[in-house]
Structures are given as C-alpha cells and as structure tokens.
C-alpha cells in the first residue's frame, strides 16, 4: 500500500518539476536568443512533448490511485474510491486536452487570420491551462507526501 503512494508522490513531483522547468527555463531561452518564428519551431516540439507526457503520466497517476483504493478496501481500510487525487490528477489531464490538443489547433489558424480570436488571445488561455495544471499537479504531489492516514 505504502509503496503505490510513494511512487504517485514520485511521478507527481517529477511531473511538477518537468513542468516548471518547460515553464520557467526551456520555453523563454529560445525567445531570449532567437528570431521569434525561429523560437517558435524549438519550442513547439517541447510543448508537444510535454502534452503526451502530461497525458501519460496522468493516466498513470489515475491507474496508482486506484490500485491504492483497491489495496487499502481490500486491507479492511475505508476509503472513498473518488477522491481529491483523482480528481487533481484528471483535472491536470482535462487541462492537458484543452490547453494543447484544443486550442492549439486553432492557434495555426490565428497565425494565418482564420480563426476568431486572436493568436495572442488564444496563446493566453493555452497559458492559463498549463498554469492551472502546474497548480493541480503541485496539489496532487502536495497532498501525495501527506501521512496516509490523512491521504483521501
């Protein structure tokens, strides 16, 4: 039982720190150094990278959570089968879905003037989904390292 949660809190953390390390230092340095379409085609692959990653390491954090349901139910333990980790960890995925695999197309249509809203309105709520899921992966690894009696 111990274990699946100490390998949850693992995968959250790395997931957090791979997010913030895209965010904070692999995004802005090529847009420090580069032509801004220049920068643009380095960082793309990384931001498409990092959306299978989200996706994969989500479902995988789902799949622990509910080995550990299904560990501790059948450990005499009450627990609820729907709880606040599944709900981070699909919520950073939902997240993942919008902000990139939703919005993102629609961000090449704006570069070529098709779209209805603009690409620099369309880049903030693109943002502001991978700031929501660093914010709910931070609270999915907050809550991960709490004692387990208190884990739910």
């Known amino acids: 039982m111990r274990d699946s949660r100490r ?23 090529p847009f420090a150094t580069l032509p801004r379409e220049q920068a643009g085609l380095v960082v793309a692959p990384m931001l498409a990278n990092e959306a299978r990653a989200s996706l994969m390491l989500g479902a995988l954090l789902m799949l622990l959570q509910r080995i550990d349901v299904r560990q ?24 993942t879905v919008v902000g990139y695999y939703v919005v993102q197309p629609y961000m090449a249509q704006a570069r070529a003037g098709t779209a209805a809203l603009s690409f620099g309105q369309l880049h903030a709520i693109s943002a502001a989904f991978f700031a929501l899921k ?9 809550r991960l390292t709490r004692p387990a009696a208190s884990s739910g």
Not at 7 to 24: D, E, S
Not at 80 to 85: Q, S, V
Not at 134 to 142: E, G, N, T
């Open 7 to 29: 390998w949850m809190a693992l995968l959250a953390a790395a997931w957090l720190g791979g997010l913030l390390c895209l965010a904070g230092i692999a995004t802005p340095a």
């Open 134 to 142: 660093c914010l709910l992966v931070a609270a999915l690894a907050w």
């Open 72 to 95: 501790r139910l059948r450990a005499g333990q009450a627990v609820r089968a729907f709880d606040a980790r599944l709900v981070l960890a699909a919520g950073a995925v939902f997240c």
